[in-house]
């Protein structure tokens, strides 16, 4: 049995492909994640200390390689927000929403071409970057980096909350349809909410961190370094937390768009 796709689903993901691959500040970003991402793998490979992994975790550990790693990792899923907000919030502000909407008039096909095209864009870009950086990495520092469990928990979990940010971006876009909006959205986020973990440890509620989506990212990605933190959910728990956050943003981006004028 051959499993063929619907023309009209075709149709609308192919928009959706040529919207993200003309936009030069798309290129810019995945450009961005990719070398940075790359660069600091380098840099881990050079610099690691075999001893760090065991007791710290695979990034943020000891050594300003590990530290690099773990920073360009975080910028990598910021981007991603950054990129499913741009995506979404354009379509207001260039007013090429109700364009689309013409040849795809399902609202519901409409939104989910949009965001399972930035959903699987920001995997590609962060997968990518992952294998060369990661076997650059392997190649220079083969006698010091261990290809671990952890290792391939972190990548996982940074693919992972990488394409949830970008559809929580894209669904933000929808939602406030304007791109400065979502994008300050996404990056207020990131500011503002390790304030709340502090006012929450301060009275005497510090587990209110564990549910909110930037701690649940950082738990995620971070390979179980902050395991003691209180704030902090250990990686599975958090992992569906993300999950059920990002779920959370496309049903409000879908009551959004079939209940408003487009």
């Known amino acids: 049995m051959i499993v063929t796709v619907p023309p009209v ?19 810019a970003l995945a450009g961005g994640v990719f070398g940075v991402g790359v660069l600091a793998f380098l840099a881990l490979g050079l610099t690691f200390e075999p001893g760090a992994s065991k007791k710290d975790g695979f990034v943020f550990a000891s050594g300003w390689g590990a530290a690099v790693v773990g920073w360009a990792l975080v910028l990598t899923v910021a981007s991603a927000g950054v990129f499913g907000a741009l995506a979404s919030g ?4 260039f007013r090429s929403l109700a364009v689309s909407s013409v040849f795809t008039p399902d609202r519901n096909l409409l ?17 990518a970057m992952e294998l060369v950086g990661g076997a650059a990495m392997l190649l220079i ?17 940074v693919a992972l909350a990488a394409t949830c940010w970008a559809v929580i971006g894209a669904s933000l876009g929808f939602l406030l349809r304007s791109p400065i909006q979502a994008v300050g959205v996404v990056l207020g986020l990131a500011i503002l909410e390790p304030l709340v973990w502090i006012t929450a440890r301060a009275i005497g509620f510090a587990g209110l961190g564990t549910i909110l989506p930037v701690s649940a990212t950082v738990s995620a990605i971070s390979g179980g370094k902050f395991a003691d933190t209180a704030f902090l959910a250990p990686p599975p728990a958090a992992t569906a937390v993300l999950v059920l956050w990002t779920a959370a943003a496309v049903a409000g981006a879908w009551w959004f768009v079939n209940q408003r004028d487009i």
């Open 141 to 157: 520092g083969r006698d010091k980096v261990p290809v671990t469990a952890g290792l391939f928990a972190v990548l996982g979990g």
């Open 111 to 127: 939104l989910g071409a949009k965001l399972g095209v930035v959903a699987a864009f920001s995997l590609a870009t962060v997968l």
């Open 9 to 27: 689903v075709a149709r609308a993901a192919n928009s959706e492909v040529r919207k993200a691959t003309s936009v030069r500040v798309n290129w």
């Open 90 to 93: 354009w379509e207001y502000g």
